[in-house]
């Protein structure tokens, strides 16, 4: 075997004569942008794979990663290097550090699975092949356009990423593993589902983030399980794309908010169980419920305002929700959800139901005019939404965990708290430029609120 010495210096001179020989590439072919990034992507992949043979401990892969985090950056940030190799990493147009995170997500998938190589290179195999090759597809026989966050994805690239991200999972599991058949069968299935989805919601670059973290934690647990738990988790993930995908027409969520709804409801089904389920999907339901629809009465900058409105009743409603508008509704659950799964406390579902109300609550109060908002009729709604929010989540967990009276009044103050700040604060929320600090300032109220319930654990 060779030294740590020698192995870095091997990957950094084959790093430095992939990005040069590119730029020759470019130069002589003009090939598309996207072609010469995913040059560079796949073999880079492909030599990462060989690190747990060239090296026995994370050190010498980290420092790797500083170097090549450092050169990436130069050469994006250094004029007289990004005229001369820029093009190579930002041909796109895209406002993107996928270049960054692809580094940084392989030196600490090293760390977390540098003993096991199995669980290092599926993810690895992954990213590198399921990802560039379906991108390249999409690029050049993409026609189903589906919405995301920075524009659109097709169907037709998501669907090569389920293929392959497949075969990087069921063929070494088959011939590299003791893995039943059966077992890795449905394991293909499951994470190529789910990885799927993590890449359709990824934005600026972090699929190359989500795809090796996100596989690897997938791959551990599901390697645990038997068949009947398998096929139970392949059956509630393909229900809940089915469901999601026949309710999208009466949501404001766009295709990838959708799926990264689909990706929350899982992990909250698969962590917790259905009782943990429950509360998501009755947000998910009821919230358009909360919503308000056409009025003849609103003025124009009402509907500025309220962007989701249909042009009239005949109509559905305006998809402009996106992948931040789930996460923040999802927010406090998903704090509650990750300290169950640690800690496996199932009361921490008091606290995790408080911050779907809350959250609920507020969908119904961001629909209140501009022009009325502080009209003593608005307050009533106000208290309304807070009302409705309240009963659509706590009568089930009163049936559900026999929550006491008292115990469910005080979540009622929770969902209060959250409501009320939320209508004090959305004149001065509406007014920012974009919709970033709305949506902090959503799930930041949610969350505290949530809090709340630590009171009776």
Same mark, same amino acid.
């Given at each position: 075997?060779?030294?740590?010495?020698?192995?870095?210096?091997?990957?950094?001179?084959?790093?430095?004569?992939?990005?040069?020989?590119?730029?020759?590439?470019?130069?002589?072919?003009?090939?598309?942008?996207?072609?010469?990034?995913?040059?560079?992507?796949?073999?880079?992949?492909?030599?990462?794979?060989?690190?747990?043979?060239?090296?026995?401990?994370?050190?010498?892969?980290?420092?790797?990663?500083?170097?090549?985090?450092?050169?990436?950056?130069?050469?994006?940030?250094?004029?007289?290097?990004?005229?001369?190799?820029?093009?190579?990493?930002?041909?796109?147009?895209?406002?993107?550090?996928?270049?960054?995170?692809?580094?940084?997500?392989?030196?600490?998938?090293?760390?977390?699975?540098?003993?096991?190589?199995?669980?290092?290179?599926?993810?690895?195999?992954?990213?590198?092949?399921?990802?560039?090759?379906?991108?390249?597809?999409?690029?050049?026989?993409?026609?189903?356009?589906?919405?995301?966050?920075?524009?659109?994805?097709?169907?037709?690239?998501?669907?090569?990423?389920?293929?392959?991200?497949?075969?990087?999972?069921?063929?070494?599991?088959?011939?590299?593993?003791?893995?039943?058949?059966?077992?890795?069968?449905?394991?293909?299935?499951?994470?190529?589902?789910? /990885? =799927?989805?993590?890449? *359709?919601?990824?934005?600026?670059? %972090?699929?190359? +983030?989500? $795809?090796?973290?996100?596989?690897? #934690? !997938?791959?551990?647990?599901?390697?645990?399980?038997?068949?009947?738990?398998?096929?139970?988790?392949?059956?509630?993930?393909?229900?809940?794309?089915?469901?999601?995908?026949?309710?999208?027409?009466?949501?404001?969520?766009?295709?990838?908010?959708?799926?990264?709804?689909?990706?929350?409801?899982?992990?909250?089904?698969?962590?917790?169980?259905?009782?943990?389920?429950?509360?998501?999907?009755?947000?998910?339901?009821?919230?358009?419920?909360?919503?308000?629809?056409?009025?003849?009465?609103?003025?124009?900058?009402?509907?500025?305002?309220?962007?989701?409105?249909?042009?009239?009743?005949?109509?559905?409603?305006?998809?402009?929700?996106?992948?931040?508008? /789930? =996460?923040?509704?999802? *927010?406090?659950?998903?704090?509650? %959800?990750?300290? +169950?799964? $640690?800690?496996?406390?199932?009361? #921490? !579902?008091?606290?995790?139901?408080?911050?779907?109300?809350?959250?609920?609550?507020?969908?119904?109060?961001?629909?209140?005019?501009?022009?009325?908002?502080?009209?003593?009729?608005?307050?009533?709604?106000?208290?309304?939404?807070?009302?409705?929010?309240?009963?659509?989540?706590?009568?089930?967990?009163?049936?559900?965990?026999?929550?006491?009276?008292?115990?469910?009044?005080?979540?009622?103050?929770?969902?209060?708290?959250?409501?009320?700040?939320?209508?004090?604060?959305?004149?001065?929320?509406?007014?920012?430029?974009?919709?970033?600090?709305?949506?902090?300032?959503?799930?930041?109220?949610?969350?505290?609120?949530?809090?709340?319930?630590?009171?009776?654990?």
């Amino acid at each position: 075997m060779v030294s740590a010495a020698e192995g870095m210096l091997l990957i950094l001179a084959i790093l430095g004569g992939l990005i040069v020989g590119l730029k020759q590439i470019q130069r002589r072919f003009s090939p598309h942008p996207e072609i010469v990034r995913k040059l560079l992507h796949i073999p880079m992949g492909l030599v990462t794979l060989s690190f747990p043979w060239l090296f026995d401990d994370p050190l010498p892969v980290v420092l790797l990663t500083a170097i090549a985090i450092a050169t990436l950056l130069a050469i994006r940030l250094y004029a007289p290097l990004r005229n001369e190799f820029g093009s190579v990493l930002g041909g796109v147009e895209r406002r993107s550090l996928g270049e960054v995170y692809f580094p940084a997500a392989i030196a600490l998938l090293f760390c977390l699975a540098h003993q096991e190589p199995l669980l290092y290179c599926i993810p690895i195999l992954m990213l590198t092949l399921a990802d560039a090759l379906a991108a390249l597809i999409g690029v050049r026989y993409g026609t189903v356009r589906y919405e995301t966050l920075e524009g659109q994805k097709s169907a037709e690239g998501s669907i090569a990423f389920f293929t392959l991200a497949f075969f990087s999972v069921h063929v070494p599991l088959l011939l590299l593993s003791e893995v039943g058949r059966a077992e890795t069968l449905l394991i293909s299935v499951i994470l190529g589902l789910l /990885v =799927m989805l993590l890449e *359709a919601i990824a934005w600026r670059g %972090l699929d190359n +983030f989500f $795809i090796p973290l996100g596989g690897y #934690l !997938l791959l551990r647990t599901h390697l645990e399980m038997d068949v009947p738990a398998l096929l139970t988790r392949l059956v509630i993930t393909i229900a809940l794309v089915i469901f999601t995908l026949t309710w999208r027409r009466r949501t404001t969520l766009n295709d990838s908010a959708l799926m990264g709804a689909t990706l929350f409801g899982y992990l909250s089904w698969s962590i917790g169980g259905w009782q943990w389920l429950l509360s998501p999907l009755t947000v998910f339901l009821c919230y358009p419920l909360l919503m308000r629809r056409v009025d003849p009465k609103l003025e124009e900058r009402d509907r500025q305002s309220m962007p989701w409105l249909p042009a009239d009743e005949t109509c559905g409603w305006v998809r402009v929700h996106n992948i931040y508008a /789930v =996460m923040s509704v999802v *927010a406090a659950g998903a704090l509650w %959800l990750f300290l +169950f799964g $640690i800690w496996e406390r199932s009361n #921490l !579902l008091y606290p995790y139901t408080i911050g779907f109300a809350a959250s609920l609550a507020i969908i119904g109060i961001a629909g209140l005019p501009p022009t009325a908002y502080w009209l003593p009729a608005q307050i009533g709604r106000v208290i309304l939404y807070i009302g409705k929010s309240w009963l659509l989540l706590f009568v089930p967990l009163l049936a559900i965990e026999r929550t006491s009276i008292p115990v469910s009044l005080l979540g009622l103050l929770g969902i209060a708290i959250a409501g009320i700040t939320y209508y004090l604060t959305q004149p001065w929320l509406r007014s920012r430029p974009t919709d970033r600090w709305n949506w902090i300032g959503r799930a930041a109220f949610a969350t505290v609120a949530s809090c709340l319930g630590l009171l009776v654990l």
